[in-house]
Structure formats: C-alpha cells, structure tokens
C-alpha cells in the first residue's frame, strides 16, 4: 500500500504564489513518476505537471513559465511552485504517484487533493 498526503492548497489573489507538497509513504521500492493534476469544477481531470526519476520534466502549455515541478527523490516528495496564480488556476489539485511496490507489483496513486483558490 501507497499513500499521498498534499499539503500547501489556500486561498490566494491573483498574481500570488502556493507551494504544494506531495508525500508518498508505504511500500515503495522506487517512484517512476509523480505528478501534479487539478480538476475544475464541471471540468475533467488535467495534467498540470509531472516529474520523471531522471528529472525531466513536463507542464501543460497553461502553467509553462510560472510553475516549477520538483522533487526529493530521498523523502519520496514532490513539489509544485505556483507563480503568477490567475483566477483559472482554481481547482482541486491531486497528487499523482506511479513506481513499483517492495512486492514487485506497480502502483499508480492518487491523493485525497487540496483546494486552490485564485480570487480577489
């Protein structure tokens, strides 16, 4: 068993900045990727960013140049700088982790989210 727990949601004006952190405990022999999505209300699911064990990164075109994914491989946690927030950064935004169990068998979990909120 995997767990996330996310900290770092709120509220924030526009132009402000949050820090998300994501961290994975459990039964973990490596993490392949973790990752950040939001869910809008009435709107699917998205990517917002990932993070791949060699480091690369991936954002969708909508937060390129004001988030920064990273991540402490050695405490198993991710991080996500939000700058620059606008209203339609709004959202549920869940932790996403993928890698592969001291069992042998692959995981791909998910946090429980935490709220943010871009408003004036």
């Known amino acids: 068993q995997v767990q996330l727990v996310e900290s770092g949601g709120g509220l924030v004006q526009p132009g402000g900045s949050l820090r998300l952190s994501c961290a994975a405990s459990?039964?973990?022999?490596?993490?392949?990727?973790m990752g950040w999505y939001r869910q809008a209300p009435g709107n699917q699911r998205e990517l917002v960013a990932v993070?791949?064990?060699?480091?690369?990164?991936n954002y969708a075109d909508s937060v390129k140049g004001r988030f920064t994914i990273s991540r402490d491989s050695a405490r198993n946690t991710v991080y996500l700088q939000m700058n620059s927030l606008k209203p339609e950064d709004t959202g549920v935004y869940y932790c996403?982790?993928?890698?592969?169990?001291?069992?042998?068998?692959?995981?791909?979990?998910w946090g429980q989210g935490t709220q943010v909120t871009v408003s004036s």
């Open positions: 993070i791949i064990s060699d480091g690369s990164t």
């Open positions: 996403n982790a993928h890698g592969l169990g001291y069992l042998g068998t692959d995981f791909d979990t």
């Open positions: 459990g039964s973990i022999f490596s993490i392949n990727t």
